[in-house]
């Protein structure tokens, strides 16, 4: 039997230091704006739905199209009970635009999203990627500003150096960064969460599933559909989703041990990694979002974790995140 989360209380996390507290697993909502995506009254629904479940953190972007408006109809009736964060960084709000952390254009993006979400202050804002042309130290001090308004409460940084974290936070304490972080891309542990653990910084992992690759229902056979954004992305070529297999294959046999599913197992496992971890796993399907939050009740002791980094020590990822021209872009620091 699946670990369920109905009727299920969902335990709070602080996210480090900053008094930021919100539910262990977070929703991120960017997929509800995908042509695939149900209808608006359904992710709506689905929304609403996870608060009743417990989720109080809720994760956006002025780049994901229509993203704030719907967070904000949705959570406008809850708007006391829920955290919103948002992001700005690009240049009116497309990402193909390219990046724009310019001060100016922070304040902008604040007084948009503020209307957009239909709330008078923004929770959590984050800086989108690092802009090579705007000193970080300016972003904080644009973003300090904002929280001395009573627009922003906290600040983050998303995808960022370790150089960059501490130039933020020399100008203005960062509350969470934002990267990618799961079984399938373990790189955050070598450099980035003992520097957030150092400066009491929480860490929010998205794509914490692999982008469904740790759910167990993606392999090499695996048709993707053609408008399916995974099919540019060098880890999900038919070749490469063979080599990754092993992974899968460790995920599916802890996941049968646990009497839980994949997803669960995946999610438990950066969860039980540091008590300032909230991943925000992201879904257009009911059933998924209930799985997700099952993960909230996993507990791996350390002799399970050793057992698994040990495991994982010995699978090799093969393929990259992005296609070299995307990964440059995001790994510019």
Do not use: C
């Not at 009743?52 to 994760?59: M, R």
């Not at 906290?154 to 203005?172: D, Q, Y």
């Not at 399916?228 to 297999?245: G, H, I």
């Amino acid at each position: 039997m699946l670990y369920n989360q109905k009727a299920m209380k969902m335990e709070k996390r602080k996210l480090g230091n900053s008094g930021l507290e919100v539910s262990a697993l977070g929703f991120g909502a960017m997929g509800l704006s995908f042509p695939t995506a149900p209808s608006k009254s359904d992710s709506i629904k689905l929304i609403r739905s996870a608060v009743e479940h417990g989720v109080t953190f809720f994760d956006t972007a002025q780049g994901y199209g229509d993203n704030e408006l719907l967070l904000g109809q949705a959570l406008q009736p809850l708007r006391d009970s829920v955290v919103i964060a948002t992001k700005f960084g690009f240049k009116n709000g497309d990402l193909r635009q390219g990046l724009d952390s310019s001060p100016k254009n922070i304040k902008a993006v604040a007084e948009a999203s503020l209307k957009r979400l239909r709330t008078d202050v923004i929770d959590l804002f984050y800086q989108h990627r690092p802009d090579p042309h705007v000193p970080v130290e300016d972003v904080a001090g644009a973003v300090k500003e904002l929280i001395q308004e009573g627009k922003v409460r906290f600040f983050g940084l998303s995808e960022a150096s370790e150089s960059n974290i501490r130039k933020a936070h020399s100008v203005l304490p960062v509350s969470a960064l934002q990267s990618e972080y799961s079984m399938f891309y373990r790189e955050p542990q070598k450099e980035i969460i003992p520097t957030l653990e150092e400066l009491g910084i929480g860490f929010v992992p998205f794509s914490p599933l692999g982008k469904g690759f740790l759910t167990g229902t993606i392999n090499a056979e695996v048709e993707l559909e053609k408008e399916d954004t995974r099919n540019l992305l060098p880890r999900f070529s038919k070749e490469n989703r063979k080599a990754n297999q092993a992974l899968v294959d460790l995920v599916v046999s802890i996941a049968a041990s646990k009497g839980a599913s994949p997803a669960q197992v995946a999610l438990g496992w950066l969860l039980a990694q540091k008590p300032f971890i909230v991943p925000i796993p992201g879904t257009s399907k009911f059933d998924r979002m209930q799985e997700n939050l099952g993960a909230a009740s996993i507990r791996l002791n350390s002799e399970e974790l050793g057992q698994i980094d040990l495991a994982l020590s010995a699978i090799k990822i093969v393929g990259d995140r992005y296609p070299k021209q995307i990964r440059e872009a995001v790994e510019r620091n």
